[in-house]
């Protein structure tokens, strides 16, 4: 009886390691997509700025706009 109850608290012991270690593995893999995904968003908005500057400096050098009163 001795012997199981050892045996069955190691093998306990060994299921909290591995559900930390995955919890932990999870946290850190949801913090990097997190981390990407707030990465791609701002160079979309750069992107996007980029993008909005060459296009106004070309209307500007054609000439086609109005001034509004």
Do not use: N
């Amino acid at each position: 009886m001795e012997v199981s109850l050892r045996s069955d608290v190691a093998v306990f012991g060994r299921m909290v390691v591995g559900s930390v270690l995955e919890a932990v593995v999870a946290e850190t893999l949801l913090a990097a997509q997190r981390s990407v995904a707030s990465l791609l968003i701002v160079l979309f908005e750069q992107f996007l700025c980029q993008i909005s500057l060459i296009l106004a400096s070309r209307v500007v050098k054609a000439g086609k706009f109005t001034v509004l009163h």
